[in-house]
């Protein structure tokens, strides 16, 4: 079993939708999670952080954490073009710097 | 340069031959990770360097792969004996101190094309 298993995918909305990727992780060690994005060619660049249960947002974009059932999720709202890109979670061991694990990533698509 | 930068961008090497990967960290910071990502694959961590150790090389996925820091900066990532199946891209990230707080920039990676 991975230790952190995501649906690679690929996803095809509408300009305009919302969104929904989500993550699994095994180990309740994980404390820190993370979403990036990128972008074909490119390396992946940092989106959201959050390290406790509950939801984060930032302009268009919320990261939920639900702890007990071990499940991270980001929302795209409005979604637009420029956003289909790959969407890759990844978590990290609470007090503990160092490496981050990754899901394999979602190939998402944004048709206007 | 303000970001990670990682050369060369491409490369293309005989099965069997040796490869250097280099990456320039973010100035100032002291962690530096280096990454394998496969053809629709995630990220697969290879080896995590504080300043010049490297604490954690957990991922490196055999001997022919080793990785060197030096001066706390600049790191080499280095394949001998290339397979088929190293083929992949080799992604260099580096964060301010590698605490938890701390996020990882990437860079965006060497393509490594072994035939």
Not at chain 2, 94 to 110: A, C, E, Q, Y
Request: aromatic share 12%.
């Amino acid at each position: 079993q991975k230790e952190v298993e995501q649906d690679p995918g690929p996803l095809s909305v509408p300009e305009g939708a919302i969104v929904s990727l989500n993550c699994t992780y095994s180990n309740s060690a994980f404390q820190y999670f993370m979403w990036y994005r990128q972008y074909s060619r490119k390396g992946p660049e940092l989106l959201m952080y959050t390290y406790s249960s509950g939801n984060k947002e930032d302009g268009r974009f919320t990261a939920q954490v639900d702890k007990s059932s071990k499940y991270i999720s980001l929302f795209i709202r409005d979604s637009q073009p420029s956003d289909s890109a790959t969407y890759l979670c990844a978590v990290r061991f609470y007090n503990q710097g160092g490496k981050l694990i990754f899901g394999q990533g979602t190939e998402l698509s944004v048709k206007p | 340069g303000a970001g990670v930068s990682q050369s060369p961008s491409n490369k293309v090497t005989e099965k069997g031959k040796d490869v250097e990967l280099r990456c320039d960290p973010i100035s100032g910071h002291t962690a530096l990770y280096w990454y394998r990502q496969s053809l629709g694959q995630g990220l697969e961590f290879l080896i995590y360097f504080q300043g010049n150790s490297a604490p954690d090389k957990s991922g490196l996925p055999s001997d022919r792969f080793s990785a060197e820091r030096t001066g706390g900066s600049v790191s080499t990532l280095t394949i001998q004996r290339t397979q088929q199946e190293d083929s992949a891209v080799y992604l260099c990230a580096s964060s301010l101190d590698g605490s938890v707080n701390s996020p990882l920039h990437f860079g965006n990676g060497t393509r490594l094309t072994v035939t």
